[in-house]
């Protein structure tokens, strides 16, 4: 049953030229586990990622590898692109591929619809191009060579010669847009988040807008402009098309009015083309623009942006292999603060591992299992009279199921597992202060003893479904060693917005053995 909300979430489409690094996982894996809060909430929620697969830098790839670009492209996605998503337990809904038949002939739709409205232009154009961005590089993002590209001109993030390119191409009227884009950011001042890239975005257009070329003449890997078969859309201009294309624009308009508008998270340095470009190619089609642009930060490893092409790129399977993917989840979503650039380091994972997964969390739900198994025999026990410490903790509960449902509003993953974690280091506390093991010597105090393993059985409740969008893994096996899925059902199926909520797994429920969820790691010499 939902809420009747919709909730549409979208990855950016990634540029499968080399294999996943985990700046990708990152983002995928923050755009699932809002998707994942959501949808347990009961929003109509829709989760969408996939692949641009047009452009210039595609076509030499597969040149390069002496195959076709389709080819190319077919083997990248499916060697290297779809099981990233099962390595990190993402459960997106759909999978876009800009190569597909469904995207195509919908992006030129759009795109005719924008020509007969008077907002493409015919022209030439000369500029500096970026093939690894597959962008005309605007000034601020061009830098003079040093080194072996001394005396040239090269991209500020590439670190690579641009190339002089003069074509004659189509226009989009961008400049008709500069007001129009001014009074969004004004009168929708989350349009844009976090505040800092509102502001750069803001600056941007305030400085003026050009219009923008939308087609390449000079190779034919893309799609064909549907006016002139001699060009195809400039890959960027298709690419941003995916997140209408994939819900039915142009094709299936009762789904495309369910799902649109929706939320975008996207890397910082492709904040420029989902806050500006796309909101005013929609603006030009007679469309709403999205609900949201959310840029995060970057992940930086020795203090410099994750790229292959400076070895800084690693592998997400490489974490997984070692730590699982419910820790990567975990440090990813909580080890940074969503929308600032974060410094990754096997240390600090490694460290947050043990201490807050192992010991923290893992320690609470196998102790807590033990002792129910223990003292009254595998059966969550029926609690006596609250006192105020137990009390204090169902107000800890309550508490953090709400702040980490505010702080998802606000696409704040972070705070949300900060929030719901005061409820792991609460329960500790409790545990300690409470000490089971000596009520349980004391037949005077059977009662208390009861009351101490359901309030700790029960906040183990509201921990796996609060915690659930983020680590899938780990709390489907302490809902099952809770006996919850016998007498409430499965965790994803649990409201999610009233996991707060006190006195929810019944007295009587048979728990099951636990496994460590997080189970030590054996440091190498």
């Known amino acids: 049953m939902t809420s009747g909300r919709s909730f549409y979430i979208t990855t950016p489409i990634y540029y499968p030229s080399d294999v996943p690094h985990i700046g990708h996982g990152y983002t995928t894996v923050?755009?699932?586990?809002?998707?994942?809060?959501?949808?347990?909430?009961?929003?109509?929620?829709?989760?969408l990622t996939?692949?641009?697969e047009h452009g210039q830098k595609m076509m030499r790839a597969a040149a390069a590898n002496g195959v076709t670009p389709q080819e190319w492209v077919d083997k990248l996605v499916t060697e290297a692109w779809f099981p990233l998503l099962k390595t990190l337990d993402v459960a997106n809904d759909d999978f876009i591929r800009t190569?597909?038949?469904?995207?195509?002939?919908?992006?030129?739709?759009?795109w005719q619809s924008?020509?007969?409205?008077?907002?493409?232009?015919?022209?030439?154009?000369?500029?500096?191009?970026?093939?690894?961005?597959?962008?005309?590089?605007?000034e601020s993002e061009i830098v003079d060579g040093t080194g072996p590209f001394e005396g040239l001109k090269v991209c500020a993030i590439h670190s690579k010669p641009l190339e002089l390119l003069h074509e004659k191409n189509y226009f989009f009227q961008l400049s008709e847009f500069q007001d129009r884009l001014l009074a969004l950011y004004r009168d929708q001042p989350d349009f844009v988040q976090p505040e800092s890239a509102r502001n750069e975005v803001?600056?941007?257009?305030?400085?003026?807008?050009?219009?923008?070329?939308?087609?390449?003449?000079?190779?034919?890997?893309?799609?064909?402009?549907?006016?002139?078969?001699?060009?195809?859309?400039?890959?960027?201009?298709?690419?941003?098309?995916?997140y209408a294309t994939a819900i039915g624009y142009g094709s299936d308009e009762e789904n495309f009015a369910r799902r649109w508008p929706g939320y975008h998270v996207v890397g910082k340095d492709i904040l420029r083309f989902h806050a500006v470009i796309w909101p005013a190619m929609l603006m030009a089609a007679g469309l709403d623009v999205p609900k949201g642009v959310f840029a995060h930060g970057w992940l930086l490893v020795g203090g410099e942006k994750m790229s292959k092409s400076k070895a800084t790129g690693i592998a997400p399977e490489t974490l997984v292999e070692t730590f699982g993917s419910d820790a990567f989840r975990f440090y990813f979503l909580s080890a940074i603060a969503f929308g600032q650039d974060g410094s990754f380091s096997w240390e600090d994972l490694s460290a947050r591992y043990q201490a807050e997964l192992a010991n923290g969390f893992g320690n609470?739900?196998?102790?807590?299992?033990?002792?129910?198994?223990?003292?009254?025999?595998?059966?969550?026990?029926q609690p006596g009279a609250y006192t105020d410490v137990d009390l204090a903790i169902q107000k800890v509960v309550r508490d953090a199921a709400s702040r980490a449902d505010e702080a998802i509003e606000r696409f704040r993953i972070d705070e949300a597992i900060r929030a719901i974690w005061t409820i792991v280091d609460e329960l500790n506390g409790y545990i300690t202060d409470n000490a089971p093991w000596a009520l349980a010597k004391d037949e005077t105090q059977a009662e208390r003893l009861a009351t101490v393993l359901y309030t700790c059985a029960e906040g183990l409740r509201a921990l796996a479904v609060l915690l659930s969008p983020v680590m899938p893994q780990s709390t489907v096996k302490l809902w099952a060693a809770l006996g919850a899925e016998q007498v409430l059902g499965a965790l994803a199926e649990q409201p999610i917005r009233e996991a707060g909520t006190w006195g929810v797994l019944p007295a009587g429920t048979a728990t099951q053995a636990l496994a460590p969820l997080f189970p030590r790691i054996e440091q190498a010499d």
Request: one cysteine or more; hydrophobic letters at 40%; proline letters at 3%.
């Open 114 to 138: 924008i020509y007969d409205r008077g907002y493409v232009y015919a022209g030439e154009y000369e500029a500096l191009y970026c093939v690894g961005c597959e962008e005309f590089k605007p």
């Open 50 to 52: 996939g692949t641009d």
């Open 30 to 47: 923050a755009a699932d586990a809002l998707a994942r809060w959501h949808r347990q909430a009961g929003d109509d929620t829709w989760m």
């Open 364 to 381: 609470l739900a196998s102790r807590t299992i033990a002792m129910i198994g223990k003292y009254f025999d595998g059966s969550v026990p």
């Open 202 to 242: 803001v600056a941007f257009v305030q400085q003026g807008l050009k219009d923008l070329s939308i087609s390449r003449s000079a190779f034919d890997w893309g799609i064909p402009i549907p006016w002139d078969s001699s060009h195809v859309l400039y890959v960027w201009i298709d690419a941003l098309l995916n």
């Open 99 to 110: 190569t597909q038949e469904r995207h195509e002939t919908r992006a030129q739709k759009f």
